[in-house]
C-alpha cells in the first residue's frame, strides 16, 4: 500500500478533496475476497465508516464490502484473478477500485433468474453504488465503483471526512 495523499500532521487525512488512498496486492493470494474484506473494514473503521459508527448508515457501510466481494469475485471468475485493490476516500465519495489482468469489460446480465446462482454481482454493484465503471488498459482493467459520502454517513452533520490513522503497508 502507498501513503495517502493528502496526510496532515499527526497521519490524519487533511479532510479536504484529497483525503486517504489504500491499496492493497491481491495478486497471487490464495483468498482474495477475504483479504480485500477484512482491508476494507478495517479502513472504514480507521475512518469512522464502519458500521456502527456513530452518524453511519450500517447498511450502506455493509453494502461497502459487499459490492467489495464481489468485485473481487469478479475477477476471480472472470478475468483470472485481481491483481489489486484500491480504496479512495474523500470529503465527497468513497471509490474501490479492483485491477486485474484482462482487458475484457464487464458485462452486466440483464436477464437474470432470481433462484439462479450466479449472474447477480454486477447488478448488485449497480444498485449498491452510486456510480460504476470500468477504465481498460492495455492487457488490463480496473472495474470501479463509488458511494458517496452523504449516503454513506446519512446521519451526521455536513461534511464528513475520513479520519484516521496513516496508511498501512500491504
Given at each position: ?48 465508516w464502519d458500521a ?74 449497480e444498485r449498491a453504488?452510486?456510480?460504476?465503471g470500468a477504465d ?35
Open positions: 500500500m502507498t501513503t495517502s495523499r493528502g496526510t496532515a500532521a499527526g497521519g490524519r487525512p487533511d479532510g479536504g478533496a484529497a483525503g486517504s488512498r489504500r491499496r492493497l496486492e491481491l495478486a497471487g493470494l490464495a483468498r482474495p475476497s477475504a483479504a480485500a474484506k477484512a482491508f476494507t473494514r478495517r479502513a472504514l473503521a480507521d475512518w469512522a456502527g459508527a456513530p452518524g453511519v448508515d450500517d447498511e450502506v457501510a455493509e453494502d461497502v464490502v459487499l459490492v467489495v466481494a464481489e468485485l473481487v469475485a469478479n475477477a476471480v471468475v472472470h478475468a483470472g484473478g485481481p491483481l489489486a485493490m484500491v480504496l479512495d476516500a474523500s470529503g465527497s465519495r468513497l471509490r474501490i477500485e479492483v485491477s486485474d489482468g484482462s482487458d475484457e469489460p464487464p458485462a452486466p446480465r440483464r436477464h437474470q433468474r432470481a433462484a439462479q446462482p450466479g449472474g447477480h454481482g454486477l447488478l448488485i454493484v453504488t452510486d456510480r460504476w481498460r488498459r492495455e492487457r488490463a482493467k480496473t472495474v470501479w465503483a463509488e458511494v458517496d459520502v452523504a449516503r454513506l454517513c446519512a446521519g451526521r452533520s455536513p461534511g464528513p471526512s475520513p479520519s484516521g490513522g496513516p496508511e498501512r503497508g500491504a
